[in-house]
């Protein structure tokens, strides 16, 4: 079993910025792709960004693209988003995922483990 742990939100100005960490615990996480997501109240859960087991490959989506950076560290068994530039349409519970494939996805359905999600909330 995977164990994520987010953390690291919290309230900003619009034009702060924030950094997301999510630490795993459980099995071999140096393997797993990772995915971070955003649910703003009243929304469904979409993706945000996503990188390789070995951090080749990352994908952003177009509304982050530029200002948001993920990134992990295998030796810490940890992910990380910075979020440069907020925006209040930024604000959301932000989630890690794990796949333990190693893909960098960026649907929802392809990740198997998630964490229980950290709030950031962007003031205009």
């Known amino acids: 079993q995977v164990l994520l742990v987010e953390s690291g939100g919290g309230l900003v100005q619009a034009g702060g910025s924030l950094r997301l960490s999510c630490v795993a615990s459980?099995?071999?996480?140096?393997?797993?792709?990772k995915g971070w997501f955003r649910q703003a109240p009243g929304k469904e859960r979409e993706f945000v960004a996503a990188?390789?087991?070995?951090?080749?490959?990352?994908y952003y989506a177009d509304s982050v693209k530029g200002r948001f950076t993920i990134s992990r560290d295998n030796a810490k068994n940890a992910v990380y988003l910075q979020m440069n530039s907020l925006k209040p349409e930024d604000t959301a519970v932000y989630s890690c995922?794990?796949?333990?494939?190693?893909?960098?996805?960026?649907?929802?359905?392809?990740?198997?483990?998630w964490g229980q999600g950290t709030q950031v909330t962007v003031s205009s």
């Open positions: 990188i390789s087991w070995s951090g080749a490959r990352t």
């Open positions: 995922a794990a796949d333990q494939y190693g893909r960098a996805n960026i649907g929802v359905a392809e990740y198997q483990y």
């Open positions: 459980g099995r071999i996480f140096s393997n797993y792709g």
